[in-house]
């Protein structure tokens, strides 16, 4: 069974800075099956990015993903006051499914 | 666009079954995987388990021994079954459309809004 685990647990930043989020694999995973997600409080997940660095549709352009093998990356270039939420990170592809415990950005 | 509304009783006994349905909108449930995730309060999601519009699934080891998922493609739903239940089963329940492109890419692209579900006699 794949374990995700996410760092920070929560992350202090102001609008206009850079946001760094960190998601482990327990082994390695194929890129292809890694994507990360956003949720405000009270909406549902909203899919950002899918392959580990593919950007959903409507994505901006300031949410980019990397990584391979056990660690990958979400990172947002300048946070805009609506990027403040939960992010998580998922196996998704395989016969069990899981996600990251989550980040959550707060101000 | 394709949108999904989960629907179902929001106050299940303990014991009892939880029966959810997910109707898909402004597409076809042909083609495609169909999801269910779970988000106790205040915590982090957890997946329930697939269906594919032909009927095989996948479920989620911890809840397998108590869950069923089943799609009707004329209704153009599918549903999720989840028997004696207890506190711990109280969470927001989504479904999501579970997509693979070309059996390299997998993501859910497209999710309800969430039904919560309170476990309690």
């Known amino acids: 069974e794949i374990v995700l685990a996410q760092s920070p647990g929560t992350l202090s930043l102001s609008p206009g800075e850079r946001a760094t989020l960190s998601c482990r694999a327990s082994?390695?995973?194929?890129?292809?099956?890694l994507a990360w997600y956003q949720q405000k409080p009270g909406q549902a997940p909203r899919l950002l990015i899918y392959g580990a660095s593919s950007r959903a549709t409507g994505i901006p352009d300031r949410f980019s993903g990397s990584g391979s093998g056990t660690d990958f990356t979400l990172t947002i270039s300048r946070l805009e006051p609506e990027d403040f939420a939960v992010y998580y990170c998922q196996h998704c592809g395989d016969i069990k499914e899981t996600f990251g415990q989550g980040t959550k950005v707060e101000i | 666009q394709v949108q999904l509304q989960e629907s179902g009783p929001g106050l299940v006994k303990p014991s009892e079954t939880l029966s959810l349905t997910c109707t898909v909108s402004?597409?076809?449930?042909?083609?495609?995987?169909w999801s269910w995730i779970r988000q106790p309060p205040g915590k982090g999601l957890e997946w329930i388990g697939y269906?594919?519009?032909?009927?095989?699934?996948s479920y989620n080891p911890s809840l397998k021994s108590r869950v069923t998922i089943s799609v009707d493609t004329s209704k153009n739903q599918f549903s999720l079954k989840l028997n004696s239940v207890t506190a711990a089963d109280t969470a927001v329940y989504y479904c999501a459309r579970r997509v693979e492109v070309g059996g390299y890419f997998y993501y859910m692209d497209v999710w309800g809004k969430g039904t919560t579900v309170s476990v309690s006699s």
């Open positions: 402004g597409g076809s449930i042909s083609s495609y995987y």
């Open positions: 269906i594919y519009y032909s009927g095989s699934t």
């Open positions: 082994q390695s995973v194929s890129t292809s099956y």
